[in-house]
């Protein structure tokens, strides 16, 4: 890792953290396209899960007793079959194909959502379904949140309950990730360097989305969660190599 790899780095988690902390989610959705080209799409996935499980244990220490736990445990349930299968994508996909699943995975969420759309259905199979979804999500391309976020977006939570509830699944897959990953001999010292790279501005990304989500009330949060999303589907498309 060279001096600029790590300043990038350490810019690129101070913005996804700064959204995390804010919405909920978005940290993977924001750090791994660009990441992707810095480092590759393999070792972004593994150092976007390291960071990104450290900011969703902040998140969950501040407002842990908000969480929906039904709905909590079904995405987590529905994760575990998930993250083998995303697991065995990462080692066989090609890089160049493995980017462009990154692209078009975020736009296949936002763009819908950006447009008003919404899933209504609620109850254990949709929970396992979208936690399934996820869960694969997170072990291919290190982006877990789209299947969950839009799942929740329709049963209009209030927002301390909706970031609380998608950190506790986010740390629980984050971690089952890192085991999938130290198994398959993806946590090197490399990845580990890489991320301690991004500390620093992951403390002061979460630092900044704390204060700003004081100042933000429920209509304008999501609009926030919509508007991120469709951001971040135009920065996955915009890096996608051809």
């Known amino acids: 890792m060279t001096l600029t790899q790590g300043l990038v780095i350490a810019l690129l988690a101070a913005v996804a953290s ?18 992707a080209v810095v480092l590759g799409p393999k070792e972004a996935v593994v150092v976007t899960t ?21 709905t909590a445990r079904r995405f987590v349930a529905g994760s575990l079959v998930g993250l083998p299968i995303g697991a065995v994508i990462l080692d066989r996909v090609d890089e160049r194909v493995l980017q ?8 296949g969420f936002a763009i819908p959502m950006a447009r008003g759309a919404a899933l209504r259905t609620s109850g254990l199979l949709a ?23 839009i799942t929740l977006h329709g049963r209009d939570l209030e927002p301390d309950r909706f970031r609380a509830t998608l950190s506790t699944v986010f740390v629980t897959m984050g971690a089952l990730s890192l085991v999938l990953f130290a198994l398959a001999d993806r946590l090197t010292e490399d990845r580990f360097a890489e991320a301690g790279a991004g500390l620093p501005g992951l403390v002061v990304g979460f630092t900044v989305g704390e204060l700003a989500f004081r100042r933000v009330n429920t209509d304008r949060f999501k609009q926030l969660v919509v508007a991120m999303l469709f951001f971040s589907a135009c920065l996955a498309l915009a890096t996608l190599p051809f």
């Open 18 to 35: 700064s959204t995390q902390a804010l919405t909920g989610f978005g940290f993977a959705l924001l750090i791994v396209p660009p990441l």
């Open 50 to 70: 390291l960071l990104g499980t450290l900011v969703n244990l902040a998140r969950l220490a501040r407002t842990g007793r908000h969480v929906d736990w039904t």
């Open 100 to 107: 462009a699943v990154i692209a078009l995975t975020v736009a």
């Open 127 to 149: 929970d396992l379904g979208a936690g399934l979804v996820s869960g694969i999500g997170n072990t291919a391309t290190g982006m877990s949140g789209p299947p969950l976020v």
